[in-house]
């Protein structure tokens, strides 16, 4: 048995639901939340970032 699978980062998926036509609530609740997690991992990096500097 054979599966194909095709790898999909998280920046390509969030370009891909930019034009899509939602059937559902839940869908566009969905698309929010990825796109506040995104916006919180960056927040993260940048933070450590500056801890790191003043630490350094």
């Known amino acids: 048995m054979r599966n194909d699978y095709e790898m999909v980062t998280v920046r390509d998926y969030v370009n891909s639901i930019d034009n899509v036509r939602y059937t ?20 993260y ?12």
Do not use: D, F, G, M
């Open 24 to 43: 559902s609530v839940s869908e566009v609740e969905i698309e929010k939340e990825v796109e506040k997690y995104l916006l919180n991992k960056k927040r």
């Open 45 to 56: 990096e940048t933070n450590a970032k500056i801890v790191e500097s003043l630490i350094a």
